[in-house]
């Protein structure tokens, strides 16, 4: 049973920083994505970034492409999402998850139906 925990969420003001951690078991994950998605109050659940945990192949959705950080850490389990300048936009809740696709195609893993297992999430409130 693969279990996913979020972890690092809190409040922080506009232009901060934030790492949201998460720590992956259950399973040996060597081919799979794992991904960051959010969901604002009122809004869908939308992409954040991927990382493939191989090969370490990341993908970013435009909004937080040159702010954060997608990365693994293969001996700890974990997947990381660092956070920088932080904006009271990025203010949801931040779910961490995992998807085993046949390949790797960027693209197609920005939608939450391609990915199989889901944290329960971490709040990340950005104050102005």
């Known amino acids: 049973q693969v279990q996913l925990v979020e972890s690092g969420g809190g409040l922080v003001q506009a232009g901060g920083s934030l790492r949201l951690s998460c720590a992956a078991s259950?399973?040996?994950?060597?081919?799979?994505?794992m991904g960051w998605f959010r969901q604002a109050p009122g809004k869908e659940r939308e992409f954040v970034a991927a990382?493939?945990?191989?090969?370490?192949?990341?993908y970013y959705a435009d909004s937080v492409k040159g702010r954060f950080t997608i990365s693994r850490d293969k001996a700890k389990n974990t997947v990381y999402l660092q956070m920088n300048s932080l904006k009271p936009e990025d203010t949801a809740v931040y779910y961490c998850?995992?998807?085993?696709?046949?390949?790797?195609?960027?693209?197609?893993?920005?939608?939450?139906?391609?990915?199989?297992?889901w944290g329960q999430g971490t709040q990340v409130t950005v104050s102005s």
């Open positions: 259950g399973r040996t994950f060597s081919r799979y994505v």
């Open positions: 990382i493939t945990w191989s090969v370490g192949n990341t």
């Open positions: 998850t995992a998807a085993q696709p046949v390949s790797w195609n960027p693209q197609a893993m920005n939608v939450p139906e391609r990915y199989t297992y």
